[in-house]
């Protein structure tokens, strides 16, 4: 770890700062001005920290809702056609940050930033409701299998190959596995078993599949 002096980084906090450098996966931490260098590959936890440094100093939580400590007003997010879920972008240091209002709720509502690999889920699927008990944290292969389990396709990881049915599916290891039946009816029953597990732990995080 090398010490810079002669960085100079603008201060957003008056306790801590924490920037991230464009270039690979750098960033700055800085401690009562003393600038600390190390490497963080691909950004993503300091991007979490960067934003709740930025969340908890400009706003807060009432009622739910977002509020500007400068103005006492709601913050305002806009809605983006992509991904459907209201954002804000904010400068923060020398840079842009795009923070999510499920982010901003769930951080000012623990007091924390989203831990390191994890995601923020809506449990009902409206990506406009932003009621803190409508938010989970959940790793990524688990987010991702609670959006296939509430689409409910009767068809999910099921095609025809070769005459016959094949189901395809990812292991807890994250690898991709097949197998093929004669029959649709036992192609599902064995789907059912495989995803009932990955059910039973989504459950146990309160989310209904």
Same mark, same amino acid.
């Given at each position: ?67 500007? /400590? #400068?103005? !006492?007003?709601?913050? *305002? ?11 804000? +972008?904010?400068? @923060? ?50 987010? /991702? #299998?609670? !959006?296939?389990?509430? *689409? ?11 005459? +016959?049915?094949? @189901? ?42």
């Amino acid at each position: 770890m090398t010490v810079l002096n002669s960085t100079k980084v603008k201060r957003a906090t008056e306790k801590c700062l924490l920037t991230e450098f464009a270039t690979g996966g750098a960033c700055l931490q800085l401690f009562g001005g003393a600038a600390l260098y190390h490497f963080r590959l691909g950004g993503g936890l300091m991007n979490k920290s960067i934003k709740f440094e930025y969340i908890k100093s400009k706003w807060y939580l009432q009622d739910g809702k977002v509020f500007s /400590k #400068r103005t !006492h007003k709601p913050v *305002t997010f806009s809605c983006t056609k992509t991904s459907g879920h209201p954002s804000r +972008r904010v400068k @923060f240091g020398e840079g842009w940050i795009n923070i999510y209002i499920h982010e901003a709720v769930f951080m000012l509502a623990h007091g924390r930033s989203v831990a390191d690999g994890m995601v923020i889920h809506h449990i009902d699927g409206d990506p406009l409701n932003n009621s803190i008990d409508n938010l989970v944290e959940l790793t990524p292969s688990q987010h /991702k #299998r609670i !959006h296939v389990y509430m *689409t409910d396709d009767p068809l999910r990881g099921l095609r025809v190959r070769y005459g +016959r049915w094949e @189901f395809n599916w990812v292991d807890k290891e994250g690898c991709r596995q097949r197998k093929s039946f004669c029959g649709i009816n036992e192609a599902m029953l064995f789907r059912a078993e495989v995803e009932e597990p990955f059910r039973q732990e989504l459950r146990c995080l309160g989310l209904h599949c």
